[in-house]
């Protein structure tokens, strides 16, 4: 699988990356054997960068991802980790459902969140210098390892002065000394990422859901300032929290039932992919590797079945005329970049618009 080197930093990515949230149990229990398993099928696939964060189960993903890359030379993958939650002990405890503790920053950007582990810590927002220090240094004994290799900033809605002032220079200053390799922010907005690129030297953009086959946000800020500035893309969110793997009535689009107009346009994305012979996920996956920014994309996985029909996906040919007819139809603007399959089946080039 090839691999791409972030902007001008350090680290490079595989095209595609393990998303780790579901290894925290992520709406339902995962045993730590499936987990493993799970980052077994991913590495056997040739996946080598994995991405994880304190956020996705109160550090059972970190811990989790770290047992099963165990062994594996440490210069033969990425690892991504994020800031801005600090895990602190939690007064309640015991078993239980903890998904309430980030329920306020939850609705306010459209997401319902719930890890399915006991709620033996709370999360506490915190996008001090300090707390970049110590968020990191309670991840690397999580994951067992003594270095990762980007950190990224992680949903700073609500923090983004902080996040820049102190959270920011204080990961510059990591990579200056050379312990992350690069930075970068994760968010599912365009509009702060955007400014990030702007206002700072960050390498990354883990853009969620923004820049898909279903909506294409991330055009009116960060994917083309990424490319103006030498900066890369990594796009999380391919499917749209499901809804473009099976798009039907109940499926769910920003983590909560789609609307009825947007069921209607993955519906007519679906009938335009299968007139082709593609499956929509398969077209899916593909789209983001038209913008020259892109340098990864992102899914999870609960499971190696799920990590091989990833793989089996990516790799499946996709006739240059499937997209000529979704702009034909009105469901990519003309003037959007879509991949087009090299010789040989090669990894996707860019095609521009006619």
Not at 107 to 127: E, Q, S, Y
Not at 137 to 162: F, K, M, T
Not at 185 to 201: C, K, V, W
Not at 277 to 299: D, E, K, N, Q
Request: aromatic letters at 4%; hydrophobic letters at 40%.
């Amino acid at each position: 699988m090839r691999s791409n080197r972030l902007g001008g930093s350090a680290a490079a990515v595989s095209e595609l990356a393990l998303g780790c949230a579901a290894l925290g149990n992520l709406y339902h229990p995962v045993t730590d054997e499936a987990a493993h398993a799970t980052v077994e099928a991913a590495w056997d696939a040739g996946v080598r960068t994995f991405d994880t964060a304190p956020h996705y189960g109160l550090g059972l993903s970190e811990r989790r991802l770290g047992a099963a890359l165990q062994g594996r030379p440490r210069d033969t993958y990425t690892l991504s980790t994020k800031v801005g939650r600090l895990l602190v002990p939690s007064p309640r405890g015991g078993p239980g459902d903890e998904r309430d503790h980030d329920l306020a920053h939850d609705l306010a950007h459209g997401l319902a969140h719930g890890f399915a582990v006991p709620a033996t810590h709370r999360r506490i927002w915190d996008f001090s210098a300090d707390g970049v220090l110590r968020s990191l240094e309670a991840s690397l004994e999580r994951l067992g390892l003594d270095r990762v290799d980007i950190a990224l900033l992680h949903d700073p809605d609500d923090h983004a002065e902080q996040a820049l002032r102190e959270a920011y220079p204080a990961l510059e200053r990591l990579r200056r000394e050379g312990v992350v390799g690069a930075i970068g922010i994760g968010m599912n907005q365009s509009a702060l990422p955007t400014r990030f690129l702007r206002e700072t030297d960050i390498d990354v953009v883990l853009l969620a859901g923004r820049y898909t086959l279903l909506e294409q946000d991330g055009l009116t800020g960060p994917l083309p300032e990424a490319a103006a500035r030498g900066r890369s893309v990594v796009i999380g969110g391919v499917f749209n929290s499901g809804l473009l793997t099976a798009p039907r009535p109940g499926a769910t689009y920003d983590y909560a039932p789609a609307p009825r107009p947007v069921l209607d346009r993955a519906l007519r994305l679906q009938a335009v992919t299968e007139r082709h012979g593609v499956p929509l996920r398969a077209a899916a996956l593909r789209f983001p590797f038209g913008h020259p920014s892109v340098a990864s994309v992102l899914t999870g996985a609960r499971s190696p079945e799920e990590v091989r029909d990833t793989v089996e996906q990516l790799r499946r040919p996709i006739p240059d005329a499937l997209w000529d007819e979704l702009r034909a139809e009105g469901l990519l603007d003309p003037d959007t970049p879509v991949p087009v399959t090299a010789p040989g089946g090669a990894t996707p080039s860019r095609k521009e618009p006619s």
